[in-house]
């Protein structure tokens, strides 16, 4: 497979669970600042903007309004859901020849009813509508993709991007010192409550929260599980497979999976904000890595934040 082709479906699939990941924490972290009305706007939002790698002024105050409108809305922001789904629709078109015409219709229909704007009473029905179509352009591909070198590079993308917003998602609870609720409300914004509940058979605590979004092997949210899927695809991808040596790309994504399954939960329950950060550094050394093997002559396309 060309190379601009495998790099265009790899971004096609990290773009599209970009937005899906960048709705789900930014519906987590409105609803905490209802959840709790002593927490400090300014301060929370600074903090959300720094997860997701984005700076502002200093002087600047910040509310709510700002950072829907800087991580939802502006289209020229790197970190923003309508930059994503842009520039998914973008190198859906570089790879016309691949795609199915259903995916490409999906991406196209999705940028093309983006919004400008958003009433502050219907940021839960945008976010909404941001991962419904997320999970439509994911059905189609499901359903049209032969699992071959195409489905593997989308599928790669998608993986390394879950695990990263995964561990967005959970630096975010570290933003307030809300109470047992916010874990529910964070669990349910990626559909993890139920099969929280059927896992451990208790409401959600933040040793069991942390544990089940970080290191569960059945829930395909999870980081572990999608590092898991990463390395999949990667075995998928080399021309010897499972018997191949495991190239750099491979390496860093099993180092990352060590630290998840042999640390201890309370130490990274304690570190929570630090633990994300290092899986977050993994996963962007792992990008860069298979940038350098599978894309060399092409420059990476970056969001703020991610390169270290």
């Not at 093309?112 to 945008?126: G, L």
């Not at 991007?161 to 010192?177: I, P, Q, V």
């Not at 993890?192 to 949210?221: I, K, Q, W």
Request: with cysteine.
């Amino acid at each position: 497979m060309l190379s601009r082709i495998a790099e265009a479906l790899f971004w096609i699939g990290r773009y599209v669970e970009r937005g899906d990941g960048t709705a789900r924490i930014l519906d987590v972290h409105l609803q905490l600042l209802l959840e709790d009305p002593w927490v400090e706007e300014d301060t929370a939002c600074r903090s959300l903007l720094a997860v997701m790698g984005t700076g502002v002024d200093a002087e600047q105050t910040l509310g709510r309004d700002d950072v829907v409108r800087i991580l939802a809305l502006d289209r020229d922001h790197a970190a923003s859901i309508a930059h994503s789904i842009a520039a998914a629709r973008e190198n859906a078109r570089r790879a016309r020849e691949i795609i199915s015409t259903d995916l490409w219709e999906t991406l196209n229909e999705t940028n093309a009813r983006m919004p400008r704007r958003i009433a502050s009473d219907k940021t839960h029905q945008y976010f909404r509508w941001v991962r419904d179509r997320a999970a439509l352009a994911f059905g189609v591909v499901d359903s049209s993709t032969s699992r071959d070198e195409a489905w593997h590079f989308f599928s790669l993308g998608r993986a390394i991007e879950r695990a990263d917003m995964t561990a967005r998602l959970l630096a975010t609870r570290s933003l307030t010192e809300a109470g047992g609720p916010s874990w529910t409300t964070l669990l349910r914004s990626c559909g993890a409550y139920e099969a929280h509940l059927r896992s451990h058979r208790a409401v959600p605590t933040a040793a069991s929260a942390v544990e089940f979004l970080l290191v569960d092997r059945l829930f395909p949210r999870s980081v572990l599980a999608s590092v898991l899927h990463a390395e999949d695809c990667l075995r998928g991808i080399e021309p010897g497979g499972a018997f191949s040596a495991p190239s750099r790309a491979h390496q860093v994504l099993g180092r990352v999976r060590a630290e998840l399954e042999y640390r201890p939960i309370g130490d990274i329950v304690h570190a929570l904000s630090e633990s994300m950060e290092e899986v977050q550094e993994g996963v962007s050394l792992a990008s860069d890595a298979i940038r350098e093997r599978y894309f060399p002559s092409i420059a990476m396309p970056v969001w703020i934040g991610e390169a270290l």
